[in-house]
């Protein structure tokens, strides 16, 4: 981004946080917050949601998407097994990482039988290889 663009974005930013500040002193952003919040919860815990996409739509839409999420998901995980097929230990480190994708680093590399620092080495191998940046 050059120096003038940066410049622009300063003043721009500036501007809107004057806008805003404007806004805030005026009749209508008193009466605007003088109503209920709708983010505070119902009796279940639950915010409550009265936009045309609430939460039971995108409920639904998950589970909708579910099969190919988990598709797309399990192709993805076979092309990067492929894209590692000289390397057994970084395969074997991978399918670690997503068997316990839901713990620490510290139970993965337990798994692995490795220490933590052998796991970072092999993480950022990993990354390499696959292209991906850690």
């Given at each position: ?80 097994l492929d894209a590692l097929d000289g390397h057994p230990e ?7 990482m997503r068997r316990h994708r839901w713990c620490g680093r ?24 696959l292209g991906v940046v850690p």
């Open positions: 981004m050059t120096t003038r663009e940066q410049n622009l974005l300063r003043c721009a930013e500036k501007c809107r946080r004057a806008n805003e500040y404007a806004h805030d002193q005026t009749r209508q952003r008193r009466f605007e917050r003088s109503f209920l919040s709708f983010d505070c919860p119902d009796e279940n815990g639950d915010a409550y949601d009265y936009g045309d996409c609430g939460r039971s739509v995108r409920r639904m839409m998950r589970k909708l998407d579910a099969p190919y999420r988990a598709k797309v998901r399990n192709l993805r995980f076979a092309a990067a970084l395969q074997r480190t991978l399918r670690m510290e139970k993965i590399a337990a798994a692995l039988r490795i220490s933590p620092e052998a796991y970072a080495k092999r993480f950022t191998r990993l990354c390499r290889v």
